[in-house]
Structure formats: C-alpha cells, structure tokens
C-alpha cells in the first residue's frame, strides 16, 4: 500500500494554501473522485491525488478555463486512466451471450448521457457568463441611478440654502427703517 500524505505537506509540494487545497478536494470530490479520509473525517492524499490535483491546478492555469470545467477535463483524464487500467488486467476469455451485449449497449448508453451531461455543463457556464454581464451592466445602471439620487439631493439642499438667503434678505429689506417710522 502507497503512503498517505498529510493536507499540510500536500500544500507545501503544491505550493497552494490549505482554503485553496480543500476547495478543490471538494471540487473534485462533488465530480466522483474518492478521496480517502480517515476515522474522524480528515482527508489523507495519496501520490495519484497529488497527481490530479497538480492536473487541476494546471488546466485551471490555462485562459478561459473554469475551475468548473477543469475539474470535468481532469475527471476524464482520470476515468479514461482508470478504464485503461482496468483493461490492462488480464480478463479471462468467455464466450459472447446475450447479457454482455445488453452491457455493452448499456455503455454506449451511459456515454449518451455522459456527452450530454457536457453539453448541458457548456450550455450552462455560457448562461452563467451572460448571466453574469446582465448583472454587471445592471449593477452599473444601478450606481449611474445612485449618482444621479445623490446629485440631485445636493442641488435640493443648496437650493433650500439659497431660497433661505433670499428670504432673509427679502425680510431684511421689508423692515421699516427705525427712523421711518411714521411713514
């Protein structure tokens, strides 16, 4: 059996800290991947896991890339890695029947579903995107709005300002002089 790996040490030989190393473990975890933990729940990595997760940070390095869709590339790395590996291993011959034609064609379904489950994945990171230009052109509508509201509270207090000078001045000259009080 390989040696378990600490969280800690498999920050420092990835150069990543601990937030960023669970986020993508759970990342990773939420696509299928097992990652082992031990009795009281703490994940322990072994030298595939730092392999994966060195993938991870490398196709989330790329431009344009989510870490969303990195994960799902990295995914398909690891279970075409796994399906190789599996068929690596000496299978002992049988003759053909019918329940293994059921289980191929149940693979050429699962595939389907598989593709487009992607598809669907694409289609909604590009609704997310456009998503997320409404809500940041709305939010810059908002603040023009905001700007406009506070411009405008500003002219209403000068303005208060200036009827109150005028009044003032109105008054002060509509007082009678003391010595034209009879008048």
């Known amino acids: 059996m390989s040696e378990i790996y600490s969280p800690k040490y498999v920050q420092d030989l990835l150069g990543i800290d601990s937030s960023t190393l669970r986020k993508y473990a759970t990342l990773l975890e939420g696509h299928g991947y097992p990652i082992h933990r031990n009795t009281k729940g703490h994940r322990g990595y072994f030298d595939k896991d730092v392999s994966t997760l060195r993938q991870l940070i490398e196709f989330s390095k790329q431009d344009g890339v989510p870490l969303e ?44 579903r598989i593709e487009h489950l992607e598809q669907v994945n694409l289609d909604l990171l590009v609704h997310l995107k456009e998503k997320a230009v409404r809500e940041a052109s709305q939010e810059e ?43």
Do not use: F
């Open 69 to 112: 869709q990195a994960a799902i590339s990295v995914m398909t790395i690891v279970s075409e890695k796994d399906s190789t590996e599996t068929a690596a291993e000496p299978v002992p011959l049988e003759t053909t029947n019918e329940p293994d034609i059921k289980q191929d064609c149940n693979h050429e379904e699962l595939l389907g």
């Open 141 to 183: 509508k908002l603040n023009q709005i905001l700007n406009y509201i506070k411009r405008t509270e500003q002219i209403i207090v000068e303005r208060g300002k200036i009827e109150e000078e005028t009044r003032m001045q109105i008054a002060a000259a509509s007082q009678k002089k003391w010595w034209k009080w009879w008048k």
